[in-house]
């Protein structure tokens, strides 16, 4: 029973180690990621807007293409801020938008960036607080994490 176990254990253990290296390939999926600053910067009075610059990367993992497709234009890229209790701070606006269906093929091993700036009210978006952006691209969640510190 134990000799099973173990065996069990270095079988997984194996298998997940040689898929890390890409040694042994396996589908991961639709990944959506992004990068942008983890520590942004604000003044205590709350006067200036907050940019943050982002770039948020879509990657079709797997060995087939996949069909993309978002309702409006407007749903492409789509972001929320939270605080770390999940209570709402700040969405994107809505904008008017064209209500026509937008559609792509992403192709397999192929990675699809797209870069933005969002522009945070400084009166919602406070310095020595922690938040969570939780965005959507082609439909595909994530979120990222970022803090923001005063520049006084």
């Given at each position: 029973?134990?000799?099973?176990?173990?065996?069990?254990?270095?079988?997984?253990?194996?298998?997940?180690?040689?898929?890390?290296?890409?040694?042994?390939?396996?589908?991961?999926?639709?990944?959506?990621?992004?990068?942008?600053?983890?520590?942004?910067?604000?003044?205590?009075?709350?006067?200036?807007e907050i940019?943050?610059?982002?770039?948020v990367?879509?990657?079709?993992?797997?060995?087939?293409?996949?069909?993309?497709?978002v309702?409006?234009?407007?749903?492409?890229?789509?972001?929320?801020?939270?605080?770390?209790?999940?209570?709402?701070?700040?969405s994107?606006?809505?904008?008017?938008?064209?209500?026509?269906?937008?559609?792509?093929t992403?192709?397999?091993?192929?990675?699809?960036?797209?870069?933005?700036?969002?522009?945070l009210?400084?009166?919602?978006?406070?310095?020595?607080r922690?938040y969570?952006?939780?965005?959507?691209?082609?439909?595909?969640?994530?979120?990222?994490?970022?803090s923001?510190?005063?520049?006084?």
């Amino acid at each position: 029973m134990v000799r099973n176990t173990l065996l069990i254990v270095l079988l997984v253990g194996g298998i997940g180690y040689l898929a890390d290296r890409g040694i042994l390939p396996i589908d991961e999926g639709v990944i959506v990621s992004l990068t942008a600053p983890t520590t942004l910067y604000a003044s205590a009075e709350g006067t200036q807007e907050i940019v943050v610059p982002l770039e948020v990367h879509l990657i079709n993992k797997t060995s087939s293409p996949v069909e993309i497709e978002v309702p409006t234009p407007c749903k492409i890229f789509r972001w929320i801020v939270l605080t770390p209790d999940n209570e709402f701070v700040q969405s994107a606006s809505e904008l008017d938008c064209p209500q026509d269906a937008v559609t792509g093929t992403l192709q397999p091993n192929y990675r699809l960036d797209d870069q933005y700036k969002l522009t945070l009210d400084p009166r919602r978006i406070k310095p020595g607080r922690n938040y969570r952006l939780r965005y959507s691209f082609w439909g595909y969640e994530n979120s990222h994490d970022f803090s923001v510190e005063s520049v006084n």
